[in-house]
Every structure is written in structure tokens, then in C-alpha cells.
């Protein structure tokens, strides 16, 4: 069993967990350096239940060795698109299900968590793993859980609180991506959506920016996420719209000799939490 270190012996190492049921991510950050000591990734390959996705976790934890550390804090962070965004002035912590009914079929067993954004005034609401967190409770003790929508929301409307224009931002996952929407420094739209083909992908973006009347010639995509620079997905988008580029963290991290090249449009969630 991983323990959760005391202040005596700790180095800040923080971990961070990143679980969806396409795949699983980790990385091991080193505060005190800003140094990311551990990174790794595995795509499952096929969409897995939650309960195959903890034998996912447990496997990891059994076999790899960096994640038998100890650690300051952990952080679990739930990829999926049981989620939505409510406005903080019309939040109220009752109506957890009201607002999730209109966008998935909330079952009467669910648990549903939220989290607060108040630098933005906004609330992300989501149904979380309760197996995994449950695992992760009785293996440390002590962590904390968010939503990506929540980490990937807050840090893009930091990065765009002084733009004056539009820019949409396609975070690619396994099997589907976010869709965020700014506008002048404010949160217009964010949804998930599915897809096989790079042909879906450019469906989804492109209904979507219609639908909220924006132009392709003057808005900006900005990809951020699971794919290379030389991506179909790039390639096809470029057909149809005239400003595209790669994101970047807001932080700078150093890497460890044993972490691997990675560009910094590339574990964008897994690393904006920090």
C-alpha cells in the first residue's frame, strides 16, 4: 500500500492521476523544482467499465515502481463526459441532477460532485468513478478529485482573460474531445463530443462553431491534447479554417532525464492542475 508521507521527510513530490475509460495517465511533479520527475501514459485501446478501469489502476500501482513513492499529495483527476458547467449565480447544491439530466441519463445510485471555479464563477458538475475513488481512499488516506472539464476550463480562461477575440480549443483525447469556447475572456461553450474518424471530429467542430455563428476565416483553433503536429486532424481542419496553432502550458516545467520529449500542447490537463 502507498503511503502519503508527513512533513518531516516530504519533498513535495505531488501526484497526479488521470483516469478515463479509454486510458490512464500519471505523472510525478517535484514542487520544490518544478521538475516532472515521472510520465506515462496508456491507452486501453477500447473503452473499458469502471470496474475494468480499477483493475487498470491496481495493475499499475502493483508493477510501477515509481508509483510505490511516497507523496505529499495525490490529485485524481476524471476524464469523461458525465459533466456540465452550471453559472455560479444560478448554482444551488440540490439540483446536482436537475442539471446533469438535460445533457446524460443520471441513474438514482449516481454520485454527483462538483467543483468550484471561482476565480470564474462557475461550477462543473460530474459523476465521478465512486469504485476508483473508493481504491484510492483506502491506498492513501488522503486525496482530492476534480473533473478535467474543470482544470482544462480553468486554465484556458486564465490564458484568455486579455483576448479580445474568439478562440475555440479541441483538447484530443482517445476517443473524443473537449470543445472550449472563449470569447473576450468569457466561457462561451464547453462540451464533449465522441468520434472515430478525423471526419467526425471535423463534423462536430464545425456544427458547433456554426451554430454559435463564428466565423472560420477570423476565429482562432488552438489543439491541445493526444496528438502530433503532423496530425489528420490538423490537416483537415486547415481546409476549412484559416487561423490554427498548437497550445501551451501557462507553467514551465523542467523534465527528468528518464522523462521523454513531449510537445507542450501534449498531457495539457494532467499538467495545468500544478
Not at 513535495?12 to 514542487?31: A, E, H, K, R, W
Not at 476524464?79 to 446536482?96: A, C, G, I, M, R
Not at 467543483?115 to 486525496?143: A, K, M, R
Request: a negative charge.
Amino acid at each position: 500500500m502507498v503511503q502519503t508521507t508527513n512533513k518531516t521527510d516530504t519533498k513535495l513530490n505531488t501526484l497526479s492521476i488521470q483516469v478515463s475509460l479509454n486510458g490512464l495517465s500519471f505523472c510525478i511533479l517535484d514542487n520544490s523544482k518544478s521538475q516532472v520527475m515521472s510520465l506515462s501514459h496508456e491507452n486501453f485501446g477500447i473503452q473499458l467499465t469502471p470496474k475494468q478501469a480499477l483493475e487498470k489502476v491496481k495493475y499499475a500501482f502493483d508493477h510501477n515502481d515509481q508509483l510505490k513513492k511516497s507523496f505529499d499529495t495525490i490529485e485524481v483527476i476524471y476524464q469523461n463526459d458525465l459533466y456540465t458547467v452550471v453559472p455560479k449565480s444560478l448554482f444551488k447544491q440540490e439540483l446536482l441532477s436537475d442539471y446533469l439530466k438535460f445533457n446524460i441519463k443520471v441513474l438514482e445510485n449516481d454520485f454527483i460532485a462538483y467543483d468550484e471555479l471561482d476565480q470564474h464563477d462557475i461550477v462543473s458538475v460530474y459523476i465521478p468513478y465512486t469504485n476508483i475513488n473508493n481504491f484510492f481512499f483506502e491506498s492513501f488516506g488522503s486525496f482530492t478529485y476534480k473533473h478535467a472539464s474543470s482544470i482544462l476550463i480553468n486554465s484556458l480562461l486564465i490564458q484568455e482573460k486579455n483576448n479580445k477575440s474568439t478562440t475555440v480549443f479541441a483538447n484530443i483525447n482517445e476517443i473524443s474531445f473537449d470543445i472550449v469556447v472563449i470569447s473576450k475572456g468569457n466561457l462561451i461553450l464547453s462540451n464533449t463530443f465522441p468520434y472515430q474518424t478525423k471526419e467526425d471530429f471535423l463534423y462536430y467542430l464545425m456544427y458547433t462553431t456554426e451554430q454559435l455563428k463564428l466565423n472560420p476565416e477570423e476565429f482562432k483553433l488552438v489543439f491541445l491534447g493526444n496528438l502530433l503536429k503532423d496530425s489528420d486532424f490538423f490537416k483537415i481542419a486547415h481546409k476549412y479554417i484559416r487561423n490554427i496553432s498548437f497550445g501551451n502550458l501557462l507553467r514551465n516545467f523542467k523534465l527528468a532525464p528518464n522523462v521523454g520529449f513531449f510537445e507542450p500542447h501534449q498531457h495539457f490537463v494532467l499538467l495545468s492542475h500544478f
